[in-house]
């Protein structure tokens, strides 16, 4: 793909769209960290948050679980981990 198709698609009305949805769930992410990090939640309330970011990102991006596992979920995982110790 040339730098010009990669330009084309980006600023077409799917490409605006899609940047869009990862910019938004980009920035769902780090607010659920933050909120985990700050630990003013329960444990279960804090894995509900992360069930409900993948929620989102399974409407943004329909058949996205294992990617929102791999790329999302083990790093919330890890940060759950960290606040309220191993399960």
């Given at each position: 793909?040339?730098?010009?198709?990669?330009?084309?698609?980006?600023?077409?009305?799917?490409?605006?769209?899609?940047?869009?949805?990862?910019?938004?769930?980009?920035?769902?992410?780090?607010?659920?960290?933050?909120?985990?990090?700050?630990?003013?939640?329960?444990?279960?309330?804090?894995?509900?948050?992360?069930?409900?970011?993948?929620?989102?990102?399974?409407?943004?991006?329909?058949?996205?679980?294992?990617?929102?596992?791999?790329?999302?979920?083990?790093?919330?995982?890890?940060?759950?981990?960290?606040?309220y110790g191993s399960d």
């Amino acid at each position: 793909m040339t730098r010009d198709e990669a330009v084309a698609i980006l600023i077409s009305p799917e490409g605006r769209d899609e940047t869009k949805r990862i910019y938004h769930l980009r920035r769902a992410f780090e607010l659920v960290m933050q909120t985990i990090y700050a630990g003013d939640h329960t444990r279960d309330e804090a894995e509900q948050l992360v069930q409900g970011l993948a929620a989102l990102a399974e409407e943004y991006f329909p058949g996205s679980a294992e990617t929102f596992s791999i790329v999302y979920g083990r790093r919330l995982g890890r940060v759950i981990s960290e606040v309220y110790g191993s399960d």
